[in-house]
């Protein structure tokens, strides 16, 4: 049903769990107004044909006294509450009414710029402080007398990942307004200065997944492109390892 589906309606290839509840609801409304195209472009046609000017030189001004355009529009009624009711709002109160806690989860640091991404991690869990003062001595602001900083990592424009492991990435920006926009996860987040944003997402399959910035940022908006690598723990740890108190 899924490849059908896929081949129907092909969507950039899912690399998360929580992902699929996002397209199994993209393909019901896809589907719904599917069935609404289709059924008011045949009535159309039939109206052209049935009340041609040829045939109907005057008007008929009284009430039709078919019935058929309540129901469809119960139909469709129904249809929306369903899915909003049945499908949306569950599938909210799943994946987004509370963010993931727990020593389970990585977690990640972005800090958007005009035009890249800045990434950082803290192996041992513990991220030093940061501050505006310090962003001309690195990226990311970090306090160079906090001893927790010293172990952080921090990227630019790349994320790696173990792979079915739920990833927090906790978004700010340095200027303007961007946006965390990550389609092969079904993630999408405004990333706003002043202000910290989150998304969450438990990646499930190996793979470079584009990070694509999401709102115009200005004149360098199209090449504020990240890359997402998904990796298996032991590539992630080594990773870690290699990378662990090396700051850009
Ligand atoms: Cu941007």
Redesign the pocket.
């Known amino acids: 049903m899924d490849n059908l589906l896929q081949k129907l309606l092909p969507m950039q290839p899912l690399a998360s769990v929580e992902g699929r509840d996002n397209d199994t609801l993209m393909y019901l409304i896809h589907g719904l107004v599917l069935i609404l195209f289709v059924g008011w472009a045949i009535y159309y046609v039939v109206v052209l044909i049935k009340f041609r000017a040829t045939k109907n030189s005057k008007a008929v001004e009284s009430h039709t006294a078919h019935q058929i355009s309540s129901y469809v529009e119960w139909f469709v009624v129904v249809a929306e509450i369903l899915l909003l009711f049945a499908f949306s709002i569950p599938f909210w109160a799943v994946h987004q009414a509370g963010m993931p806690t727990g020593k389970d989860i990585l977690q990640v640091r972005v800090v958007?710029q005009q035009?890249a991404w800045n990434v950082r991690y803290a192996p041992s869990g513990k991220f030093g402080r940061s501050s505006a003062r310090f962003l001309d001595d690195n990226p990311m602001g970090l306090d160079p007398n906090d001893p927790d900083n010293k172990d952080n990592i921090t990227t630019m424009n790349q994320i790696y990942l173990p792979i079915d492991k739920t990833v927090l990435i906790t978004l700010t920006s340095k200027d303007v307004i961007?946006s965390f926009g990550l389609p092969a996860m079904r993630v999408k987040q405004d990333v706003i200065p002043g202000m910290t944003t989150h998304v969450w997402f438990t990646p499930n399959k190996l793979g470079s997944y584009e990070i694509a910035?999401s709102?115009l940022?200005g004149v360098g908006?199209y090449r504020?492109r990240g890359i997402v690598n998904v990796v298996s723990q032991s590539d992630f740890d080594q990773w870690i390892a290699q990378n662990k108190g090396i700051h850009d």
């Open positions: 958007a035009f961007h910035c709102q940022c908006h504020m």
